[in-house]
């Protein structure tokens, strides 16, 4: 098994994860494999401890764990992400992704999905069922994010946006990250639009076994939209703009599909606006109680 070229490299950021990331690496090393993979990780200057662990795990798995620790917030500075981090120095063939935060449950899990990805050569981007579960309890499942067929393709990511598939479940050929266009770097979340520029780049597998768990309310990017006006104006403004740009870096392959999306958008963006007045205006249980009758609604 050569080290120096690992099948997998593995993606991590984190910031401030001390409560989540040992489970997260614990995930990592667990993977029973035929083949070597490598942990890229890059922490953005946390200060509650998270790199004291992560030296912790690079000194007992030092040809596994390999770490970035920065000394000063980068997020802060508008430079951020695995995009930035962790691909350019990722030497495996495919790309996993799991943040700090987050955390594997199978063992197989890697062995399946490159699996997945050898039996099928025109496959880009291999994902599988995810639970998701409260940040405060690990035990107790919010949801399930699965699907009910075995294969897809860049419309379906289009029209399934973020939430399509979790971050953490994502396995896909490096090279189609090799070179990473502008909208996607300025895009205010990082799961959909790597989603759409690997999409492009074959059929999506997906694998129905549950092997990853996503927390729920850990204090990500996306909690803080339909918190006032100008944080979730600023959210969706920027996810058109991705669009646009995906759009026009596409050569308009996809035109009538974003329209759709970016219809389908803007809709949720004014029920969002909505949200916020009611939360600002006529108080939290007000809004929740609304909130709660939406969903029953939708169901």
Known sequence: MNISQPTVSISCITYNHAAYIRKCLDGFIMQETTFSF?????????????????????????????????????????????????????????????????????????????????MHNNCALCFHA???????????????ISKSQQRFNIHDLILGGGGFMATNSMLFKSEFVRNIPQ???????GDLPLMLLVGCGGDIFYINDIMSAYRVGAGGYTSIVGQNFLKTSKHYKGIFRMFDGFD??????????????????????????????????LGENFYFKVHSIYREHKK
């Not at 790199?51 to 917030?73: D, L, T």
């Not at 909208?183 to 979340?189: A, Q, R």
């Not at 970016?262 to 600002?280: A, D, G, P, S, T």
Request: glycine residues 4%.
């Open 38 to 118: 490598e942990v890229l990780i890059h922490d953005d200057a946390s200060t509650d401890g998270t790199e004291q662990i992560i030296r912790e795990y690079e000194q007992k798995y030092p040809n596994i764990i390999k770490p970035i620790y920065e000394k000063e917030n980068q997020w802060r500075k508008g430079i951020g992400g695995s995009a930035v981090f962790n691909f350019p120095r990722a030497k495996g063939k495919y790309i996993a992704m799991c943040e700090g935060d987050d955390y594997w449950t199978d063992s197989l899990k890697l062995q399946k999905q490159v699996e997945m990805m050898e």
């Open 248 to 281: 026009e870096w596409s050569k308009m392959n996809y035109h009538d599909t974003v329209l759709l999306r970016k219809k389908q958008l803007r809709k949720q963006y004014y029920k969002e606006l909505v949200m916020c007045f009611m939360k600002k205006f």
């Open 183 to 189: 909208w996607m770097l300025d895009c205010p979340v």
């Open 130 to 144: 995810t639970k998701c579960v409260r940040a405060s309890d690990t035990d107790i499942v919010y949801n399930i």
